[in-house]
């Protein structure tokens, strides 16, 4: 019988910062109590629509059901930040400043204090009213018929949470297992009740792909592979927030018209990193290389730990989300320190099926349910044929400009320190 349990667990603060989290880590488990389990499989949504909840539970059910695995959907740190996820549109000191120019330029006065744009519906209202004062002016000439006022607004992610971008996020899905490890509820594949036999796949797309990578760098110990689609092998600027601090219509995470009528709103991520190399919260060199998956001093530190099958798949003609080219050294530099490392590019289109392959956009419209079918029976046969290495320190560390990340594995978590 197919069971799903869900579970909430305390997980990382941000070690970076100094923050304690607010918010506990929330998981579901999905397994057959009447078979054994070949294998501990992550699906991890990446930004927006692979993230809705009942798409998970199906495509969680689907695989555990069909390849006798257990299967962990995590919501990780800052999951909600999408509106289709929950996420709420405010305005932030940065947004209110460009709003009131944009409508200084326009003749529209918006006078006093304006943070109560801070809170969501009454910054819809405010929009809402605007719209129709542009309405006004557009119907007595006074602006042209296809005039946008081009704005810029922040999202609230769910549970009060913010982007970190990378470390909180994989250290979720790491901390998830561990939990499993310590309490499995499913019985274990050859009638073994050694856990730590049992291998670990994480499978993702996008922004999932990315933090598969990241949990394999942070604690390559305890995953054994990664199926991946079209993940960024550097982190985009975009995607932290902070990217309005130079150019809010450049650097945003995605604009849209869709939201408001007379309205070009680019939106960022909500974030506690700053540009600003005078405050404590810097995103500075050292914060940048260390959410690189692509870091070669990282890489061959890694290599020296039990390495993780990679199996990847990318389009060629994705050069703005998560660039081709970053992805092909990763890979070359992958095979070159002796991983099994796999990428398959897709480069024209010829290689479009319609069913697996569907475009050459980032993604390439793959579903991931698509993916697991077609690479998960791979994986696990060669995880069953290949030995578990000996045991290994379960540390590592990571050299960053002026700065060590030191991930630990202890008995109850996987933790942090920098140095």
């Known amino acids: 019988m197919l069971v799903n349990k869900t579970y909430e667990i305390v997980s990382t603060d941000d070690i970076e910062l100094g923050i304690k989290r607010e918010s506990l880590l929330e998981f579901r488990l999905s397994f057959d109590d009447e078979c054994e389990m070949n294998a501990i499989v992550f699906i991890v949504p990446g930004l927006g629509g692979d993230a809705n909840d009942n798409y998970k539970e199906h495509l969680a059910e689907f695989t555990a059901r069909e390849f006798n695995v257990a299967v962990a959907s995590v919501n990780y740190h800052c999951i909600g930040n999408r509106p289709q996820t929950g996420a709420k549109y405010f305005f932030d000191k940065a947004d209110q400043f460009i709003l009131k120019k944009k409508c200084d330029e326009i003749g529209i006065s918006l006078d006093g204090d304006l943070s109560f744009l801070e809170q969501s519906q009454l910054a819809i209202d405010t ?19 296809d005039f946008l006022l081009h704005i810029s607004l922040t999202l609230q992610p769910t549970k009060n949470e913010y982007q970190n971008f990378g470390i909180m996020q994989a250290m979720d899905l790491l901390n998830a297992l561990k939990f499993i490890k310590k309490s499995a509820p499913f019985k274990m594949g050859g009638g073994s009740h050694e856990i730590d036999k049992l291998p670990v796949i994480v499978v ?26 079209s993940s ?37 991520d909500k974030t506690l990193w700053t540009l600003d190399s005078n405050s404590e919260r810097y995103f500075s060199e050292a914060r940048e290389e260390i959410r690189y998956v692509l870091n070669l001093d990282h890489l061959k530190t890694q290599s020296k730990y039990p390495k993780p099958i990679y199996v990847s798949y990318h389009s060629a003609k994705d050069e703005y989300t998560a660039p081709a080219n970053d992805k092909a050294e990763l890979y070359e530099v992958l095979k070159e320190l002796k991983f099994d490392a796999s ?42 044929k290949r030995k578990k290495p000996k045991r290994c320190s379960k540390n590592i560390s990571y050299v960053s400009v002026d700065r060590t990340y030191k991930f630990y594995e202890d008995e109850s978590r996987v933790g942090l320190e920098i140095l």
Not at 204 to 228: E, F, N, Q, R, T
Not at 343 to 372: A, C, P, R, V
């Open 232 to 268: 960024y092998a550097k982190y985009p600027f975009r995607f932290v927030g902070f990217g309005k601090e130079i150019d809010y219509t450049k650097y945003c995470g995605y604009q849209t018209t869709k939201v408001l009528d007379n309205a070009s709103i680019y939106v960022s």
């Open 343 to 384: 990428l398959t590019m897709i480069k024209d289109e010829s290689q479009i099926d319609g069913k697996f392959i569907k475009n050459l956009t980032h993604g390439m419209d793959m579903s991931i349910k698509s993916l697991i079918i077609k690479e998960l029976p791979i994986m696990l046969k060669k995880l069953a």
């Open 204 to 229: 993702g797309s996008s922004h999932g792909g990315y933090l598969a990578h990241m949990a394999a760098k942070i604690a390559p110990w305890l995953i054994d592979g990664v199926i991946d689609n």
């Open 127 to 145: 929009l809402l009213k605007i719209s129709n004062l542009i309405n006004s002016k557009k119907d007595r000439g006074e602006l042209a018929k």
